[in-house]
């Protein structure tokens, strides 16, 4: 995955990489993946610490693997410090972008979940919990956008497209189980067909 130069990140660097993974833990709503068109903005526009292909693998790999969604963060980290030369710099990478992307919001998460559920009789908490439904899929639109963007050429990239709304369709009007369409992607993808 290896694509970009060989960077020379000093201490500023990381700590910056940090801090900017603490903010992005509060503004991920909806879980990490929300955040994905402001990682692309500071890592590769901004920074250029990666490439977009070290990014959108970063993506695909961790989404194909088992465990928790949030493992892409980890693997950008790590393809950070890979890009700095020192696997010792990949496992830096990974921590930080880790801790910062955790800790924050898990801190803010357990703190107001007890407090909501103390106060769950509440109208206010009631409606909070309401109103940030819209600015989740919403949230969640902008990322499949960004990551649709790199398919501009409908000619070429129909099939995909196409098998991108039938999945829609199909898990908007039935009960076929998620893995099951992700299975036949895989096998589509995989014969070359997508």
Known sequence: MSSAPVLALAWSDWLNL??????????????AITTLPEMHRFLVDQQRWLSDAQFNAS???????PGPNVLFVALMGWN???N????????????LTMTGILLPSTTLSYMTARWSHRNRHWRSVR????????????LLVST???????????ARDWPLWLLTAATALIVWRSKIHLLWLLAVGALLGGFGLV
């Open 144 to 154: 499949g956008w960004l990551l649709a963007s790199a398919h501009q050429d409908p």
């Open 80 to 82: 950070v410090g890979i």
């Open 59 to 65: 993506i695909a790999i961790a989404q194909a693997s």
């Open 84 to 95: 700095t030369g020192s696997m010792a710099n990949a496992f830096v990478g990974a921590l």
């Open 18 to 31: 940090l801090a900017h993974y603490l903010a992005l833990s509060l503004l991920s709503i909806g879980g």
């Open 127 to 138: 409606a909070f919990k309401q109103g940030m439904s819209p600015i989740v899929i919403a």
